[in-house]
C-alpha cells in the first residue's frame, strides 16, 4: 500500500541569472503544453470510435498524443529535452480529458482550454533530489541545482521514493518546489468491518465481526455549532463594518481571515479528535473500514428541493475532510479503507429492502411498516452493500472463509432486530436501536 504526502519546499535566493532560466524553461513548458492543446484539439484521430462516454472525442491516451506530434514538437522546441515533451503531453491530456467532461456535462462546446499555470511538472528524469539541491535538466547533460531550505515537515516525511516534481515560479527569484514523498505500508489482513455513516450531527458506525455486532454513535454536534457559531460572528462584522464608515475593506477582509482561520483551526482540532477515536476501534479490532463515497454529495445536496438554509448547513460540514484524515489514518496502521455507494442507504428497509422518504432520524417503512432508527439502517445497509460486493471467489480461503463468517453475523444481527421490532408494541423499548 502506498501513500503519498506532498511537500512544499522553497529555494533559497537564487541568481538573476538562474532565475530566468528557470522561469524561461517553465515558459517554454506553458508554450509547448498550449502547442500539443491546439494540435489535438478535434483532431479527427481523436475521434471516439465507439461514440459513447463523454461525447466525440477521447483523448486520454497521453502516449498517442505523444507520438503523433512528437516531430513537430521537436522542430518547434529543439533546446528542450525530449522528455519535456513526455511531460507536456502528460499535462496536455488531463486538461483535455476534464475540458472534455465538462462540454459533455454542459452539452456545450467550451472555449479551448489554455494551460495559465507559472508551474510545471516534469519527468523523474528532467528533475530530481540531490543532496541539497534539486536539480533541473533543461537540455541534454546541462543541469541547474536549485538549492532550498528543509524544513521540519520535509525532514520527518522524506523517503527515497517520490513522484513527480512540481516547479512553480515566486516573486524574490524564489522557486516553489513540490514534492510528493511515497510511503509504503504493509497492508493488514482485516479480521472485522466497520462501517461508517456521516451525519449533520452524529457519526454512526456499526461493527461486525465474526460473532459480534455493535452499533456506535459519536455526536458531532460540536463541529456544526462551531461553523454555526462562526456564520454569525462573520455576519456580525459584515454589519458592522458597512454601517460605520470609518472601517476600510482591509479591515473587514483582515477581521474575516483572523475569523476564519480560527473555525479552520477549531474544526481541524475536533476532526483529529474525532478519527482518532474512531482509529483505536479500528486498531484494537483490526477493521476495515467502509465510508461512504461522498464524490457526489455537494452536487446532490445543492439540488434543488433542498432549501437554501439545509444546502449551507450540509455544505459546510467537512465530511470530506473528515474521510480524508480517516483514510490516511487508517492506512497508516496497514487497513484499507472501501468506499460503498451512499444512495438510498439510509432510505431502504432493512426487512423488505423497499425505499421509504424519512425527515425525521426515525425511519417508518410505508410497506410494511417496519420501524428503526434511521441512522443505524443507513451504517447497516453500508456493511451490507460493502459484502455483497466482495468478491466470492477471493483466492485466499482464510478471507473467504471470514467473510462467509461475518455475512452470517450479519443475517443473524437483522433477523434479531427484526424480530425485535415485531414485538415492538407489545414490550415497549426491547431494543435501543428500534425506540430512538
Ligand atoms: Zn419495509
Known amino acids: 500500500m502506498k501513500l503519498v504526502k506532498t511537500v512544499r519546499l522553497r529555494s533559497v535566493n537564487l541568481t538573476k541569472k ?6 524561461h524553461v517553465i515558459n517554454c513548458f506553458k508554450e509547448s503544453v498550449n502547442f500539443l492543446i491546439n494540435k489535438c484539439i478535434e483532431n479527427p484521430i481523436f475521434k471516439n470510435p465507439s461514440n459513447k462516454g463523454n461525447g466525440a472525442y477521447d483523448y486520454s491516451s497521453y502516449p498517442k498524443i505523444r507520438k503523433n506530434f512528437y516531430f ?14 513526455h511531460s507536456s503531453a502528460r499535462i496536455t491530456k488531463d486538461i483535455l480529458k476534464s475540458w472534455n467532461s465538462w462540454c459533455f456535462k454542459e452539452k456545450n462546446r467550451l472555449p479551448n482550454p489554455k494551460y495559465k499555470k507559472n508551474s510545471m511538472k516534469v519527468e523523474g528524469c528532467l528533475c530530481y533530489l540531490k543532496e541539497n539541491y534539486v536539480i533541473l535538466v533543461i537540455e ?39 514534492i510528493p514523498f511515497i510511503t509504503a505500508f504493509e497492508e493488514k489482513q482485516p479480521e472485522s ?30 463541529l456544526s455549532t462551531t461553523h454555526y457559531t462562526y456564520s454569525l460572528k462573520r455576519k456580525q462584522i459584515a454589519k458592522k463594518i458597512t454601517n460605520g464608515k470609518k472601517y476600510q475593506p482591509k479591515t473587514k477582509r483582515n477581521l474575516l481571515n483572523k475569523y476564519g482561520k480560527r473555525e479552520k483551526n477549531k474544526c481541524k482540532d475536533l476532526l483529529h479528535k474525532l478519527t482518532n477515536q474512531i482509529l483505536d476501534v479500528v486498531e484494537k479490532n483490526k477493521s476495515i473500514v467502509i465510508l461512504e463515497d461522498l464524490t457526489d454529495i455537494r452536487n446532490s445536496v445543492s439540488r434543488k428541493k433542498n432549501s437554501k438554509r439545509m444546502r449551507r448547513r450540509l455544505n459546510r460540514w467537512n465530511f470530506r475532510q473528515f474521510q480524508t484524515y480517516l483514510e490516511y489514518k487508517t492506512n497508516r496502521t496497514g487497513f484499507l479503507v472501501s468506499y460503498q455507494n451512499p444512495s438510498y442507504t439510509s432510505r431502504r428497509c432493512m426487512k423488505c429492502e423497499k425505499t421509504t422518504e424519512s425527515k425525521s432520524h426515525k425511519f417508518v417503512c410505508k410497506y410494511c411498516g417496519f420501524r428503526v432508527n434511521r441512522h443505524f439502517q443507513a451504517t447497516f445497509n ?3 452493500r460493502f459484502i455483497e ?13 471470514r467473510m462467509k463468517m461475518m455475512a452470517g453475523e450479519l443475517r443473524k444481527f437483522k433477523e434479531s432486530v427484526i424480530g425485535d421490532a415485531s414485538q415492538y408494541d407489545r414490550i415497549n423499548g426491547i431494543n435501543p436501536l428500534l425506540s430512538p
Open 18 to 23: 538562474k532565475y530566468e532560466e528557470i522561469a
Open 72 to 85: 513537430e514538437w521537436k522542430s518547434r522546441f529543439p533546446d528542450l529535452h525530449t522528455h519535456y515533451c
Open 140 to 178: 541534454p547533460r546541462s543541469k541547474l541545482y536549485i538549492p532550498y531550505e528543509p524544513n521540519e515537515y520535509f525532514k520527518r516525511v522524506k523517503t527515497n521514493k517520490y513522484g513527480e516534481i512540481t516547479l512553480k515560479m515566486n516573486t524574490n527569484r524564489k522557486v516553489d518546489i513540490f
Open 193 to 222: 468491518i466497520l462501517g461508517i455513516d456521516t451525519n449533520e450531527r452524529s457519526i454512526d458506525m456499526l461493527f461486525l465481526a465474526n460473532d459480534r455486532t455493535e452499533f456506535m454513535s459519536i455526536d458531532v454536534s460540536g
Open 382 to 384: 453500508i456493511v451490507n
Open 389 to 401: 460486493h466482495q468478491d466470492v471467489a477471493s483466492s485466499d480461503s482464510a478471507e473467504r472463509y
